[in-house]
């Protein structure tokens, strides 16, 4: 699946849709309908969803990282000595 075909369920989309709308005239003193709500859920799904689900990956890639260090670090504290080097 590419990262940018992923699809909301009918009940998520609708809650999001409500959220959306909620957020328009919560914070805005605006009304929309579902149809304007939902357009702008696809123009930041499509055009703006990428930034955020790069900035997932990326977030997910250090603590992976650190997470790979730190065992790095466990197995290296079990060595023992001998006469071979590293």
Known sequence: MDAMDIKFSKGEKE???QKIKLF???RLDQQIGGFD???LLEFFSTEIGVYFYNRGLYDAQAILSNRMDEIHDAIYKLERPTAFVR
């Open 24 to 26: 328009f005239s919560d």
């Open 15 to 17: 809650l999001l849709v």
């Open 37 to 39: 709500a939902e357009f």
